[in-house]
């Protein structure tokens, strides 16, 4: 008698070897190629400066008592890298629809590495500048850019002698027919100090 076909040891070993291709097969459409898990949206302020590595972030208070926002983060070039991290910030807050509660203003800390005059090297605060963040919630940040930004500053504050020319080249490249609020408020700042730098 002819042995059935469906007794054949090659013919049990076909089944199995079509069972994984099908597996395989489902296990494709359903997760797709190489797709890795969906990474969940940042569901508070804190998850959202980790995820997006946007520095750091606490509170204070106005001097109306009202709670202000403080993210502190690095910069290495100056004002345009500070704008830049301010819009990325505001923007993302905005596409993540995260909103501080009660808080009326956002307030940036840039601070950057320095060498003191022994060589040593540190990391200080050098800015400080703050936004009226519900005002920031309802901006389209796709036609902003570092100059943009710089005109809707409401406060600012130099910290460190240290960036003082980086903000006087920022400022001098930018028209003189252009009010920039971030212009006249870190020079009140600077006046203040007497860290103007002297011309010449």
């Given at each position: 008698m002819y042995e059935s076909i469906t007794?054949?040891?090659?013919?049990?070993?076909?089944?199995?070897?079509?069972?994984?291709?099908?597996?395989?097969m489902g296990a494709y459409f359903v997760f797709g190629e190489d797709q890795a898990p969906a990474k969940q949206s940042p569901k508070t302020l804190e998850e959202f400066a980790a995820?997006?590595?946007?520095g750091t972030?606490?509170?204070?208070?106005?001097?109306?008592?009202?709670?202000?926002?403080?993210?502190?983060?690095?910069?290495?070039?100056?004002?345009?890298?500070a704008m830049d991290h301010a819009k990325n910030f505001l923007s993302g807050l905005q596409e993540?629809?995260?909103?501080?509660?009660?808080?009326?203003?956002?307030?940036?800390?840039?601070?950057?590495?320095l060498v003191d005059r022994l060589g040593h090297e540190t990391s200080a605060p050098v800015?400080?500048?703050?936004?009226?963040?519900?005002?920031?919630?309802?901006?389209n940040y796709k036609n902003l850019?570092?100059?943009?930004?710089?005109?809707q500053v409401k406060d600012v504050e130099v910290l460190h002698p240290a960036i003082t020319e980086d903000i006087v080249q920022f400022c001098n490249e930018i028209p003189q027919q252009v009010k920039v609020s971030f212009c006249f408020l870190s020079a009140f700042s600077l006046v203040q100090k007497h860290w103007v730098p002297q011309e010449g």
């Amino acid at each position: 008698m002819y042995e059935s076909i469906t007794q054949h040891p090659l013919s049990k070993l076909a089944r199995a070897l079509c069972g994984l291709i099908l597996v395989g097969m489902g296990a494709y459409f359903v997760f797709g190629e190489d797709q890795a898990p969906a990474k969940q949206s940042p569901k508070t302020l804190e998850e959202f400066a980790a995820q997006k590595n946007m520095g750091t972030l606490s509170y204070s208070a106005d001097e109306a008592g009202k709670p202000v926002l403080v993210n502190t983060f690095t910069v290495a070039r100056g004002t345009y890298e500070a704008m830049d991290h301010a819009k990325n910030f505001l923007s993302g807050l905005q596409e993540a629809h995260l909103h501080v509660v009660d808080g009326k203003v956002v307030r940036f800390v840039a601070q950057t590495p320095l060498v003191d005059r022994l060589g040593h090297e540190t990391s200080a605060p050098v800015l400080q500048f703050e936004f009226d963040l519900q005002e920031m919630q309802t901006a389209n940040y796709k036609n902003l850019g570092a100059l943009s930004m710089a005109r809707q500053v409401k406060d600012v504050e130099v910290l460190h002698p240290a960036i003082t020319e980086d903000i006087v080249q920022f400022c001098n490249e930018i028209p003189q027919q252009v009010k920039v609020s971030f212009c006249f408020l870190s020079a009140f700042s600077l006046v203040q100090k007497h860290w103007v730098p002297q011309e010449g």
